[in-house]
């Protein structure tokens, strides 16, 4: 004779008497096989503790294609109704709590015999519709509406025994009655979607904070509808008082945890407790006398911050060609790790430090179809203002020095959809310093260096056979030179190739800082030389290969991470007899069988700019969260409870937050599961 025993009472058995002790077989092991282990098992295989062959042994049922289901809770069915004969149920309360919803349908002319159970195509699949920025209650609620074992636990009416009518925490039951109501519409009703007015007012009436129509946030309306729920359906009538025992005083602290949980339980049990709340460990260590303070709470949302993140900024340096022997040098992008706080120093002097360069002489640009647009040159300005799809470039140039800048765009023939020819931008411009006393054929000469790559190689060309004009900020030919004095050709936008300074060529009385010249490669030797260099990608440093997201398991070991308490929120240390900032650590020490993680975005930044969501992209597994190395550590010591049971958890529904603080709107996906399977389609 065997019987199939919940994880903690098998590792007691195990504990207690061991599996095969002096060769009788006391315990043995009962597994899921394909998926297909429910409340009424279809398929159990035994298993010796030395050998992973299957025992002789096995208890066969039914396949599960003939299996059929209860049309209120989808669990195997036993009976059904009477009148029909079409529709089946588990258990008589399940018949009752359906009935009002399957009378209308009852009836053996409208259905065709054919069909077995016609109820059961759109189950949960309903919408609920929007009273007036009520997004983030209907999202909890369809989330908290596919966690299975609630469900059944309201569609069956078992709460009905639950209900806690003096509890004062409590609404009386008046929660648990219209979260039944909305559930059984969603699940049972013919309509697409409902309007959730009974839950709706019932919160009101209980939470003035969720009474009017402003935007609220989703985990915490969650965390109020649980703990509602919870004292509404608490079986203990008359909680006792308990004194919480010392942690301090255990050596081991998973039999304080256990302790703590043991105590929590007097006061409170119901499938709410059983399902959704785990419980965590907070320690406090004080600076002052080195005082350790351990305490066990429970929690039903594991609110998670989001680690530091370093954003990786894709910057190209543009490589300047000094050697006149090297026909061309290619550029390089560099991947630079920054915070959300950091600023454009910063960033410079990450890069200057990749790149070998002095970091005064960094100026940081941003290029937007081939022409430079703006340059980063406010030294105090956070990276926070540098959007993801710019294009920054990188240029060796002091642009704190008195010189002239010069900005360098390139044009090439194009033909339009007519067949005309158009000079069109192209390739990556150029932005450098020069002095006023630099002559034009200098200047020439050292751009000709910098793009003469865009050709083949071909010593017949030089600098003289640039085409150069002088344009003006927005690219058009612009004429600023001072004729008299000029040496230049009869071309007034032609930039020469003379031995005439800057200084010289626009007058010293010239205030402008900045030149703007365009190269044109449009005559036919240019057009037959250009090898497509201009529009290759830059060689990618190795400091590119970093993503920017981050995974689960980060932000979940960030949890667990010790931190040092802020001055507004002080730890009050007994010894000490003040408030002082504490070392604090937290540690998950049970988990529940439906973990709710809430990802906090919003990160508090100034008085002025008080709130900021953090757009960081978090990798999450669909399936096989394993949270076991989170509630054990490789020295711990073994014990009865938690010994061999896995924490693995699939993601079953997702609310999402689009917008920013106080603005926004919530969505949410789900999956159906129950005690056979976790579904696909979402």
């Known amino acids: 004779h065997y019987e199939v025993l919940p994880r903690e009472a098998y590792h007691a058995f195990k504990e207690w008497y061991g599996e095969d002790p002096e060769g009788r077989r006391i315990l043995r092991r009962a597994c899921r096989i394909d998926n297909q282990m429910s409340q009424y098992p279809f398929k159990i295989q035994l298993y010796q503790q030395e050998s992973a062959h299957v025992s002789e042994k096995k208890i066969e049922c039914d396949e599960l294609e003939n299996i059929r289901r209860c049309s209120a809770c989808r669990n195997v069915a036993l009976r059904r109704c009477g009148n029909c004969e079409k529709v089946y149920y588990c258990s008589k309360s399940c018949q009752a709590a359906h009935w009002s919803y399957h009378k209308s349908k009852c009836g053996k002319s409208k259905f065709p015999m054919d069909t077995d159970q016609l109820e059961l195509g759109f189950w949960g699949c309903r919408g609920l519709g929007n009273l007036g920025n009520t997004c983030f209650m209907n999202c909890s609620i369809q989330c908290l509406s596919h966690a299975y074992p609630l469900t059944h636990y309201f569609l069956s009416n078992r709460f009905e025994s639950d209900i806690n009518r003096d509890n004062p925490l409590g609404t009386k039951g008046n929660l648990a009655r219209a979260y039944e109501t909305t559930l059984k519409e969603l699940y049972w009703s013919d309509k697409s979607y409902i309007n959730p007015t009974q839950l709706k007012r019932s919160i009101a009436r209980f939470q003035p904070r969720f009474a009017g129509y402003s935007q609220e946030d989703a985990p915490e309306f969650l965390a109020y509808i649980l703990d509602g729920l919870h004292e509404d359906l608490n079986r203990i009538l008359k909680k006792p008082y308990i004194t919480l025992p010392d942690a301090e005083k255990y050596e081991n602290a998973l039999i304080a945890g256990a302790e703590a949980s043991a105590a929590d339980k007097l006061r409170n049990c119901s499938i709410l407790r059983d399902t959704f709340y785990g419980q965590y460990q907070s320690t406090c260590v004080c600076p002052l006398c080195s005082k350790v303070s351990v305490t066990f709470d429970p929690f039903n949302l594991l609110n998670v911050h989001l680690p530091p993140t370093h954003r990786v900024i894709p910057i190209t340096l543009f490589v300047e060609n000094r050697n006149p022997q090297v026909w061309g040098v290619e550029n390089v992008q560099y991947g630079i790790k920054v915070d959300s706080t950091d600023t454009i120093e910063d960033l410079k002097e990450r890069l200057s430090d990749m790149c070998s360069l002095p970091s005064d002489q960094l100026t940081i640009c941003d290029v937007y179809q081939h022409k430079l647009i703006s340059i980063h040159n406010t030294m105090s300005d956070e990276v926070s203002s540098i959007s993801n799809n710019e294009n920054l470039i990188a240029y060796n140039v002091d642009y704190d020095q008195p010189d002239v800048q010069v900005v360098v765009c390139h044009k090439e023939v194009v033909k339009n959809d007519r067949g005309e020819s158009e000079l069109h931008a192209f390739g990556v411009p150029y932005f450098g310093s020069f002095s006023p006393r630099s002559t034009c054929a200098q200047i020439r000469k050292h751009l000709w260096l910098q793009y003469r790559k865009f050709i083949d190689r071909d010593d017949n ?24 004095k000029s040496e230049t050709s009869s071309d007034p936008f032609s930039f020469p190739n003379t031995l005439e300074t800057l200084s010289d060529l626009f007058g010293k009385e010239c205030a402008d800082s900045y030149l703007f010249l365009c190269i044109e490669w449009a005559e036919q030797h240019w057009i037959d030389k250009l090898n497509g260099v201009a529009d290759e990608p830059p060689n990618r440093h190795n400091s ?86 989170f509630i054990r550590s490789p020295n711990q010591e073994k014990n009865i409870i938690f010994d061999d049971v896995p924490a693995i958890y699939d993601l079953f529904a997702v609310t999402n937050h689009y917008g920013r603080m106080g603005y926004g709107h919530y969505t949410s996906c789900c999956r159906q599961w129950d005690d056979n399977e976790m579904g696909d389609d979402w």
């Not at 004009?469 to 001072?482: A, E, H, T, W």
């Open 461 to 484: 060309f030089n600098s003289a056979s640039l085409t150069i004009r002088i344009v003006d900020n927005r690219g058009d030919p612009i004429n600023i030179l001072v004729q008299e």
């Open 544 to 629: 590119m290969n970093v993503s920017n997201g981050i995974s689960l398991y980060q932000c979940i070991e960030h949890f667990t991470q010790p931190e040092r308490l802020d001055k507004d929120n002080k730890y009050y240390c007994s010894n000490c007899k003040e408030h002082v900032r504490a070392m604090k650590t937290m540690k998950l020490c049970e988990l529940p069988d439906i973990l709710i993680i809430h990802l906090k975005r919003f990160e508090f930044k100034t008085t002025f700019r008080r709130n900021s969501k953090l757009d960081t992209f978090i990798e999450c597994p669909i399936n096989g969260l394993n949270m076991n190395r």
